[in-house]
């Protein structure tokens, strides 16, 4: 939080007028007010109530996080916190915030602007992945922290030597965004329903037992053709690829001319050429 982007120096409060409507805790993190100086816990700071409130996430899940029990964990009073984070829905939006942390580098190299959305999308995939709990947290509201706009101006750097329009930058942003985020929540629903183990049980022998060929001929099709033979749990596989299709689809409308990919398994794609380190 400190040295966020309008902050500048660690500490230093912003000349930029606070926003009308700006929940408090948010605005200290943008460096927008200054910290609360009076009181019997000098040491306490937004930063450290944020920290706590991530440790009691990770190791008691969403459900555990309270402002009595996140006051707990610093030792302080619970109304201590309230002059820090006005409410635990806020304090919610700030611990997100400091998961997601910020982007790396994404300037796309030689206006590649697939390499530098790939790239996009597999650190907030990364992030999400460290920190599960994250993608519990309702949306309630568009991404105001300073770490989460951080990363909207990254994925439109990206686009920015396209021929988008910048409504469809934003939506093509948005677009992404929901991907990453309901593909890391499907597959930690999975992986909560099997209790970690891996889930890989045989889904087309179970629909080749339970279908008829005649009723349900593009199924069994599929089944034939091995449409169903990698692994279930392949989430990495599935990732790649329905980021390689949303990607082709932006650069067509963007007027980019690519050559036609075979449409072969989810795992037999390496997600359009998404070429994305993990972060």
Same mark, same amino acid.
């Given at each position: ?9 660690? =500490? ?66 619970? *109304? ?14 700030? *611990? ?14 030689? =206006? ?34 300073? /770490? /989460? ?131």
């Amino acid at each position: 939080m400190a040295g966020s982007p309008a902050t500048g120096a660690a =500490g230093e409060v912003s000349e930029h007028p606070t926003p009308p409507n700006l929940p408090p805790s948010i605005a200290l993190a943008w460096g927008l007010r200054e910290h609360p100086r009076r009181g019997p816990k000098p040491g306490l700071t937004l930063d450290r109530i944020v920290a706590a409130g991530i440790k009691v996430a990770l190791t008691e899940g969403l459900a555990g996080v309270s402002m009595a029990r996140v006051a707990g964990e610093l030792g302080v009073a619970t *109304m201590s916190l309230y002059r820090y984070v006005s409410a635990k829905d806020d304090l919610l939006t700030l *611990m997100v915030d400091a998961v997601v942390g910020p982007p790396p580098l994404l300037e796309p190299l030689d =206006g590649d602007w697939r390499a530098g959305l790939s790239r996009w999308a597999v650190g907030v995939r990364a992030a999400y992945q460290r920190n599960l709990w994250a993608v519990r947290v309702p949306i309630s509201a568009p991404p105001v922290g300073p /770490n /989460n706009v951080a990363w909207l101006e990254a994925a439109l750097r990206s686009l920015g030597g396209t021929a988008l329009s910048e409504s469809q930058k934003l939506a093509t942003v948005l677009l992404l965004s929901f991907f990453v985020r309901s593909e890391v929540t499907l597959a930690a629903d999975v992986a909560a329903a099997s209790g970690g183990a891996p889930v890989n049980f045989g889904y087309g022998e179970v629909l080749a037992a339970l279908t008829d060929p005649a009723l349900f001929p593009a199924l069994h099709r599929a089944m034939a053709a091995g449409a169903f033979d990698a692994g279930d749990d392949d989430h990495d596989a599935y990732f790649n690829y329905g980021l390689g299709r949303i990607l082709d689809g932006v650069g067509r409308l963007a007027g980019e001319s690519r050559p036609e990919q075979p449409a072969t398994t989810a795992g037999g794609d390496d997600g359009g050429r998404a070429g994305a380190p993990s972060s």
